[in-house]
């Protein structure tokens, strides 16, 4: 079955201290992976895809992202956070198999300690 | 830039109204969704359309239609509300291509609770 695991429902970091979010995922096909972030009271945004290439992906704000095939990760970095970046994580995965569409992890919440 | 808006942000009615949210999008594009949101367990997409007059069921359509005369517009409709519809409700929007590969636009959310 095609699915999405975040592992961490909250993650509380130190303002200015790096950052890690995990995501794995289970596709049957070639991945498209994504991140989005929603700030409270907001929709979700786009910070960085995947769908081939690099391994390595930098996305808007900073962000980074890893692909591991061998671990069918895709876990999401910055090496300093900000206040501002408090929000809800979401891992997405999708691609052209017979799930036609694009699955959502659960989320993973980011408070940032002053 | 891409901008999604959707009718409204919070909407409270009572078991058994027939509830519209609307959706619209200014981008020309072809895909159009509606995912619903509850705590701790993301996002489940409940429709989606392709095309204009076009519509898909997504993993939990029960209880939920939809409407797309426009290409701009989608609609969904709680065709009688229940408690159990109570939710955030977001709307999406992608270029024409594969609805499972194209980055996906979001609206601001619709907060619907039903008394």
């Known amino acids: 079955a095609q699915s999405v695991t975040q592992p961490d429902i909250h993650i509380t970091v130190s303002e200015g201290a790096s950052l890690e979010l995990r995501c794995n995922y289970s596709?049957?096909?070639?991945?498209?992976l994504f991140w989005y972030v929603q700030s409270p009271g907001q929709g979700l945004q786009l910070l960085l895809k995947?769908?081939?290439?690099?391994?390595l992906v930098q996305g808007i704000k900073g962000f980074e992202a890893e692909f591991k095939r061998s671990q069918s990760s895709f876990n999401l970095r910055k090496p300093s956070v900000h206040w501002s970046d408090a929000a809800e994580y979401f891992c997405?995965?999708?691609?052209?198999?017979?799930?036609?569409?694009?699955?959502f992890g659960s989320g993973t919440r980011l408070s940032i300690r002053p | 830039d891409v901008k999604v808006t959707q009718s409204s942000r919070y909407l409270v009615k009572r078991t058994g109204e027939k509830v519209f949210l609307e959706c619209v999008q200014d981008?020309?594009?072809?895909?159009m969704f509606w995912y619903r949101q509850d705590p701790g367990l993301g996002l489940r997409l409940i429709y989606f359309?392709?095309?204009?007059?076009?519509?898909e069921k997504g993993d939990i359509p029960e209880g939920y239609s939809v409407s797309r005369e426009k290409k701009e517009r989608f609609s969904l409709i709680l065709e009688s509300a229940s408690t159990n519809q109570t939710s955030m409700y977001l709307c999406?929007?992608?270029?024409?291509?594969?609805?499972?590969?194209?980055?996906?636009?979001f609206g601001p959310g619709t907060r619907l609770t039903v008394l």
């Open positions: 995947y769908f081939s290439g690099d391994t």
């Open positions: 359309s392709y095309d204009v007059k076009m519509k």
């Open positions: 999406a929007s992608s270029f024409f291509g594969g609805v499972s590969t194209d980055t996906q636009y």
């Open positions: 997405a995965v999708g691609g052209y198999s017979s799930a036609s569409k694009i699955i």
């Open positions: 596709y049957g096909a070639t991945p498209y």
């Open positions: 981008m020309d594009h072809e895909n």
